[in-house]
């Protein structure tokens, strides 16, 4: 537990100093918040911008954070040795996923508390109450162990370079099919059939419906969700590679 | 290890490796690059599961008993890193939570001499002070075995100072070390034992003694010298060692010392050397030799 706690600080750490890192978790998505609310580039499906936006910037967190932030950094970990080091220490690969893990959720706190703050300046009206509040934790919790199985499924098996260009592509488009800022009504009808199969696109639904409109997520998002969560992460385990 | 063999596709990267090191010996695995070395050491930190033969540390499989293995185990890796933006006083005092009675990361900053960079991120450091980082780091956990890959490599000589001392520190506190080296001075100055790798076989083993073969007579002198009056002169066999050395396959007495210096002196030149026994040096570049020579079948 003590080595899992000083690790987990550690990442936290590590993560607020890396000004990649805070620009992806937090400037860009303070950036797309404020953009997408004020000029009205796409459709919204509620009256007032910042209730469809903000709602979508959250889901945006968990795949900045969770995926994209948590397989670049693992990747280039691997890449310098840090994994080879690791490997021969007690530390172990449970306590090193479950400290990596720790990290992202404590980044994703500051985060929606940030992005929270932005919004409600910009007008933003969160529906939902305490029950919804929950929910939106629960969201919050899969989404993140979903995105951070496909992020360490990546940094496990690519080369670290290779693994930047394909996080940094995969977040690009997930950005833009999963209903973050462009609503799920305005894809192609092809994409619309596949968004709630992704986890984001699920996260980003749910967090919808759940801030936005004061409706529980459908059973399509809990099990999409849930099964992201369960199968990513034990794949990422099994193929895991630190060298 | 017995009978290691680690085979990627088709290439055996070690074939039929035997090494056994006791606690309070030093081992080095000796060889150029490409030998096999970081294999073996890989092997037998865990990293991969031997294609055949085995591979016991404490007696355990390195693979399957993992955990327990590195807890008493202290491992310098080729290519082994630290986050970038942390100093070492960082990464011990983070490291130092993984092991249950760890060594005092302050401690190991005066052994290593790394105080004055202490507080100094990773990436400023110098090539011998983060190598000497991670020494401290495979000494955290008071480890029985340590196994050391190139641990010198890019250490300025005081470094190395720093770091043959802490080996030998280590060795007596009954710690089984293994050092993996292609500087054959540092294998000469530290081993009790040495196994001498090429292209993944055993070219040989043993201590410097075993590894110095037959006694013989090298000689060197001021100027050119020629094997044939060697041979003549000593009645063996010998061979040229470059212009102005020979190496006589006689054991030395003083009467043949005596013949060399006089015939050293009658064609105008003298003596600057003379040597019983082969250097680690010349026994290994004439193992190497024979094995290109002589492929294996």
Known sequence: ?243 | MRNLRVSFGDVDAVNDVTLQINYGQVATLLGPNGAGKTTAVETLLGFRSPSGGSVRVHGLDPVRDHREVVARTGALLQRGGVWFPMTPHQVLDLTATYYEAPREPTELLVLLDLERCAHTPWRRLSGGEQQRTLLALALLGRPKVLVLDEPTTSVDPEGRQVIRDIIRAERDRGCALLITTHELGEAERLADYLVILHRGHEVAQGTLADLAGEPELIIEATGSVDPAAFAALLGCEVRSDGPSRVRCAVASSPERIATVSTYLTSVGLSMVSLRTRASLEERYLDLIADERNGPRP
């Open chain 1, 1 to 243: 537990m003590r080595a899992w706690w000083a690790q987990t600080r550690a990442e936290v750490r590590m993560n607020i100093r890396r000004g990649e890192t805070l620009l992806l978790t937090i400037g860009i998505p303070v950036l797309l918040l404020i953009f997408f609310s004020l000029a009205h580039v796409t459709t919204s499906p509620t009256a007032h911008r910042i209730n469809f936006i903000a709602p979508g910037i959250l889901a945006l967190c968990v795949l900045s954070t969770s995926l994209v932030a948590l397989s670049i950094a693992t990747g280039f970990e691997r890449s310098f040795g840090v994994l080879r080091r690791l490997f021969v220490t007690p530390l172990g690969q449970r306590r090193l996923i479950g400290a990596k893990i720790g990290g992202v959720l404590v980044t994703e706190a500051i985060q929606v508390l940030v992005l929270s703050l932005v919004a409600l300046a910009l007008s933003w009206h969160p529906r939902g109450g305490t029950l919804g509040a929950l929910e939106v934790l629960a969201l919050i919790l899969l989404g993140s162990a979903g995105c951070a199985g496909i992020g360490l499924l990546l940094a496990g098996q690519l080369r670290a370079e290779v693994n930047l260009a394909a996080s940094n592509g995969l977040y690009l488009v997930l950005l833009l099919i999963s209903g973050i800022v462009v609503p799920v009504s305005s894809l192609p009808s092809i994409v619309r059939r596949v968004v709630v199969g992704l986890p984001s696109g699920a996260l980003a639904e749910g967090l919808h419906r759940v801030l936005g409109q004061g409706l529980h997520p459908t059973t399509a998002d809990w099990v999409s969700l849930a099964v992201w969560a369960v199968l990513a992460p034990l794949l990422a385990a099994r193929t895991f590679r630190f060298d």
